[in-house]
C-alpha cells in the first residue's frame, strides 16, 4: 500500500490553507513556501480540489485560495477522492473471485490484506482537516 506525493500533498496543502483562511484568502506561493512543495505541483492539485469544490478561488491582488466547507466537514477521503488517490492494500477487485497473482484463487493473506485496507479507509473517513488543524500549530510567514 503507498500513498502517492499527491495524496500527501493535497493534505498538507489544506491543513496550511486552513490554518490561514480565514485571516485572508490563502496565495499557492505561501503554501508552496511553507511546505516545500513545488507551485507547478500546488497548482495541479488544487485545480482537481477546485474542481471537486473542496476550495474555491479569488481573484485579485489579495487573491488565493480559501475552503468552501468548514474544515470539520472536509474529510481526509474527500481530498484523497479529489485528486484520484485511491487506498488500496490489494491489487485485485473485491468481487472478483481471482486473486491479484494471476492465479484462479485469491492467495492466502488476501483477507488479512482486504481487512487493512478497510482499518485505513475507515480511519481516513472518520479523520478531517480540524483534527488535523487541532493536532498542529504554525505561525504564518
Not at 485579485?60 to 468548514?70: A, F, I, R, W
Not at 477521503?77 to 492465479?103: L, P, W
Request: glycine share 4%; net charge positive.
Amino acid at each position: 500500500m503507498k500513498l502517492t506525493s499527491k495524496g500527501r500533498y493535497a493534505v498538507m496543502a489544506l491543513v496550511d490553507l486552513a490554518r490561514f483562511d480565514n485571516i485572508n484568502p490563502v496565495s499557492l506561493r505561501d503554501i508552496s513556501l511553507r511546505q516545500g512543495i513545488s507551485l507547478d505541483y500546488l497548482e495541479q492539485i488544487f485545480s482537481k480540489l477546485k474542481k471537486n469544490e473542496i476550495v474555491k478561488s479569488i481573484r485579485g491582488t489579495q487573491g488565493g485560495y480559501v475552503l468552501n466547507k468548514k474544515p470539520n466537514d472536509i474529510k481526509l477521503t474527500n481530498i484523497f477522492h479529489a485528486v484520484d488517490e485511491k487506498v488500496k492494500t490489494v491489487q485485485c477487485k473485491k468481487e472478483s473471485k481471482k486473486g491479484c497473482n494471476g492465479k484462479a484463487t485469491k492467495c492466502i493473506t488476501h483477507n488479512l490484506w482486504d481487512e487493512l485496507e478497510t482499518h485505513i479507509n475507515t480511519f481516513f473517513e472518520n479523520k478531517s482537516l480540524k483534527d488535523l488543524l487541532n493536532n498542529n500549530k504554525e505561525t504564518r510567514i
